[in-house]
């Protein structure tokens, strides 16, 4: 089945660096790539939809220049999250869609701790 | 815009027994589908079930199913014959086919299944 593959799965970094997290499709082209975030003990809440070739759709509320994303090719996206803080410290997942009704395949996510 | 409610932050249920997860859900779109994913520990999303707007049919799969109340806007998950390895967290998202093609998710439900 199509997979996503996103590393890594975890990371800590010190306050005020920047951190890639990067999402694979392996088995199919992602022309559109969902980027979440997901604190403890709440839901998914959609940051961002890169697009291939095209520049990022933000939701309201999220900086754009502080989590980049780049969508350059059919099979990567990549979010960066710069000079992080600790209150950046979360769980990331990515999510496209394989062109099935059913949708949406996920990574397996990435927790982010900024100490 | 989409909106995705799911009023039990947590629930119990005895192992083995029958199990209803309740999600309602507002859009203005006609065109729409729902879903339910299950969240472990681990963080991966795993994908449950299935409910298109126009299917007049519940959806199942295996012990999990679909009441789908379409003039209600409701869409429970319905798990039975309940497994430890059920517990976990529950979260109704939708798609709405005029909205972008993203999920949007209700806020969860944590599911501890007692021995």
């Known amino acids: 089945g199509a997979v996503v593959s996103q590393h890594p799965s975890r990371v800590i970094c010190k306050s005020g660096t920047s951190v890639k997290i990067e999402c694979r499709s392996l088995?199919?082209?992602?022309?559109?790539m969902f980027w979440y975030r997901q604190f403890p003990k709440q839901s998914l809440m959609l940051m961002a939809t890169?697009?291939?070739?095209?520049?990022?759709?933000?939701e309201q509320g999220v900086e754009k220049d502080k989590f980049l994303i780049n969508h350059a090719s059919l099979t990567l996206s990549t979010l960066t999250v710069t000079s992080a803080h600790p209150e950046d410290s979360s769980f990331y997942i990515c999510?496209?869609?394989?062109?099935?009704?059913?949708?949406?395949?996920f990574g397996s996510g990435t927790r982010l701790t900024v100490v | 815009a989409q909106k995705i409610t799911q009023t039990q932050p947590g629930m119990f249920v005895q192992e083995k027994e029958a199990v209803t997860l309740d999600c309602t859900y507002d859009?203005?779109?006609?065109?729409?589908?729902l879903f339910w994913y299950k969240q472990p520990s681990s963080g991966e999303m795993i994908f449950l079930i299935y409910?298109?707007?126009?299917?007049?049919q519940n959806a199942t799969e295996g012990r999990y199913s679909l009441n789908f109340q379409k003039a209600r806007k409701s869409a429970n998950l319905v798990i039975s014959a309940s497994q430890l390895g059920d517990s976990a967290m529950y979260f109704c998202?939708?798609?709405?086919?005029?909205?972008?093609?993203?999920?949007?998710f209700g806020g969860g439900t944590r599911l501890m299944v007692k021995p």
């Open positions: 999510s496209a869609n394989p062109g099935s009704p059913l949708g949406y395949t």
């Open positions: 088995d199919f082209q992602a022309t559109t």
């Open positions: 890169s697009n291939e070739g095209s520049k990022a759709t933000y």
């Open positions: 859009t203005s779109d006609q065109s729409y589908g």
């Open positions: 409910q298109g707007s126009y299917d007049e």
């Open positions: 998202a939708m798609r709405a086919n005029n909205a972008g093609n993203m999920l949007t």
